[in-house]
Structure formats: structure tokens, C-alpha cells
């Protein structure tokens, strides 16, 4: 009797850890869900802001093609209408103004230090090529002449 009553109060044990693990999953599928809900939310936030950003680049662009200052976007009237020597005036204006800005850019970038890139040596950060790396202001004639000898005998290294 002792012994059914043992498996009896196991079981009911069993029961309730499976029922408590049960609880803790379903919690945390829901904040899941929830978390998943938000991050969806967001996208789709971000989404609408992007497309609106790009709306306003678009105009932007139209608006400086259109010859006028950047800035909103107006409606076009009679008025705004250019003749034909006005527009190829503003599309050469604006090929020169883009030839100085990549001018300009390409300059700025050969100004800049030349850095190491994933650890190959530039012009700057180069040493001698010295097998050993000893620089030969460092080492008298004779010391030059025995290291010359064991690289040649060595096969070059």
C-alpha cells in the first residue's frame, strides 16, 4: 500500500511540473509573439520613413533638374517654362558643377595618408628588403657580405 501510494504522489508531482512547464512555455511564447509584433511594427514604420525620405529626394531632384533652388516642390506654371537656350545653359552649368565636385573628390582622396590594408606594406610603412629586415646603414661591409653569403647559400632566403 505504501508503495502505491508513493507512485501516486509521483505521479501527481509529474503532473504539476509538466503543468508548470507548460505555464512557462505558453509566457514565453507570448512574449515572443509580442516581441515579434513590435519588431514588425517598426519595420513597417521604418518602411513608410524610407519610402518618404525617398519621395522627398525624388522631388528634390526634379525640383534641381527644373532648374530651381533645392527646396520643396512647386507646381509647375506658364511662367516657369524656359526656352530652349535657358535649359541647355542650366545642363551645362550643372555638368561643370558636377566635373568640379568629382574633381574635387578625387583630389581630397589623393591627399589622404595611404594606410596599410590587411597588413601589405605602402610606400611609407615599407622597409628595406632585407631578408633578416637589417637595415644596412646599421651593419658594416663585412657583416653585409657574410649575410649575402648565407642568403645565397641558403637558396635565396
Same mark, same amino acid.
Given at each position: ?38 519588431? @514588425?511594427?517598426?519595420? +513597417?514604420?521604418?518602411?513608410? &520613413? $524610407?519610402?518618404? =525620405?525617398? %519621395?522627398?529626394?525624388?522631388? /528634390? ?33 550643372? @555638368?561643370?558643377?558636377? +566635373?568640379?565636385?568629382?574633381? &574635387? $573628390?578625387?583630389? =581630397?582622396? %589623393?591627399?589622404?595618408?595611404? /594606410? ?42
Amino acid at each position: 500500500m505504501a508503495f502505491k501510494e508513493a507512485l501516486y504522489k509521483q505521479r501527481e508531482l509529474a503532473l504539476k511540473h509538466k503543468s508548470e512547464a507548460d505555464n512557462l512555455k505558453t509566457t514565453r511564447d507570448a512574449a515572443v509573439k509580442a516581441k515579434n509584433a513590435r519588431l @514588425a511594427q517598426k519595420r +513597417a514604420q521604418r518602411a513608410v &520613413a $524610407q519610402e518618404q =525620405a525617398q %519621395a522627398r529626394r525624388h522631388a /528634390k531632384i526634379a525640383n534641381e533638374h527644373r532648374g530651381g533652388a533645392p527646396g520643396p516642390v512647386k507646381q509647375a506654371t506658364v511662367e516657369d517654362d524656359l526656352s530652349w537656350d535657358q535649359l541647355e545653359d542650366q545642363a551645362e552649368a550643372q @555638368a561643370e558643377n558636377k +566635373a568640379s565636385y568629382i574633381e &574635387a $573628390q578625387a583630389t =581630397a582622396k %589623393a591627399e589622404q595618408k595611404p /594606410k596599410a590594408k590587411h597588413g601589405k606594406p605602402t610606400a611609407r610603412t615599407a622597409r628595406a628588403m632585407w631578408d633578416d629586415g637589417v637595415d644596412e646603414r646599421l651593419v658594416g661591409d663585412a657583416g653585409l657580405k657574410s649575410r649575402w653569403n648565407k642568403s645565397l647559400l641558403s637558396g635565396g632566403r
